[in-house]
């Protein structure tokens, strides 16, 4: 079983480019998300969606653009990036809210210079 | 949503039991304890979740007393592969768009 796929795992870009992150998951999950780890900072909630067509914003949606066009997918853009952009990007999925757990992916590794 | 407190680190050796403690002193009824583990350069696997009382799978074993004001993490017999930072959770049941936020864990270091 797959889970969940991120692409691609890592990427360097320079400041100002423009790129998008792909989560592909394969469990039929309502609900999905995109953080971003950085050192000792923990997760933090970037985007998440609650079903296909869907998107809300999360702690950090600054710099940040998603769409949920297919039930199975979840892009993550950024438009403009950022040195602060630098970070490890995870993306999970769920079948419900919260009280269910979680299936992550294993990260997109994204460097801005 | 209920703030959690967990120790930074800790270490043990193969072979021994670890308990990690949350402290977790707002929270609510609706409210479940999750605990989540990560690997470097993994993203986060879920472990276990309870309610109450006590909940046991093949990874972990989960203790939560009456109050509910904290929990603690308990993980059999560690090997090295245990190594990891793991993750104390607050998750509302009820809360129809809740999100997972996570702390900084705790990160366990089981050394030979």
């Known amino acids: 079983n797959a889970g969940v796929t991120q692409t691609p795992k890592f990427r360097v870009l320079k400041t100002g480019q423009s790129m998008t992150l792909l989560c592909a998951q394969d469990?039929?999950?309502?609900?999905m998300y995109w953080y971003r780890q950085d050192p000792g900072m923990g997760l933090r909630l970037i985007h998440y969606?609650?079903?296909?067509?869907?998107?809300a914003k999360g702690e950090v949606p600054d710099g940040y653009n998603v769409s949920r066009l297919k039930k199975q997918n979840f892009l993550l853009g950024l438009e403009s990036a950022a040195p602060s952009q630098t970070s490890v990007y995870f993306c999970?999925?769920?079948?419900?809210?919260?009280?269910?757990?979680?299936?992550f992916g294993s990260g997109t590794r994204l460097t801005v210079v | 949503l209920a703030k959690t407190t967990q120790p930074i680190s800790m270490d043990s050796y193969e072979g021994q039991e670890v308990n990690i403690t949350c402290s977790h002193n707002?929270?609510?009824?609706?409210?479940?304890i999750t605990w989540y583990q990560q690997f470097p350069s993994q993203g986060p696997r879920f472990i276990i979740q309870?309610?109450?009382t006590k909940v046991t799978n093949e990874v972990a074993s989960l203790f939560i007393p009456a109050d509910r004001k904290s929990s603690t993490l308990s993980l059999p017999r560690v090997s090295l592969s245990d190594t990891a930072v793991y993750y104390c959770?607050?998750?509302?049941?009820?809360?129809?768009?809740?999100?997972?936020?996570f702390g900084k864990g705790t990160m366990l270091l089981v050394s030979p």
């Open positions: 999970a999925s769920s079948q419900g809210p919260g009280s269910y757990g979680y299936t």
């Open positions: 469990m039929n999950h309502e609900y």
């Open positions: 969606s609650v079903g296909e067509g869907t998107t």
């Open positions: 707002n929270i609510a009824t609706n409210d479940y």
């Open positions: 309870g309610y109450k």
């Open positions: 959770l607050v998750v509302n049941l009820n809360s129809g768009y809740s999100t997972l936020t």
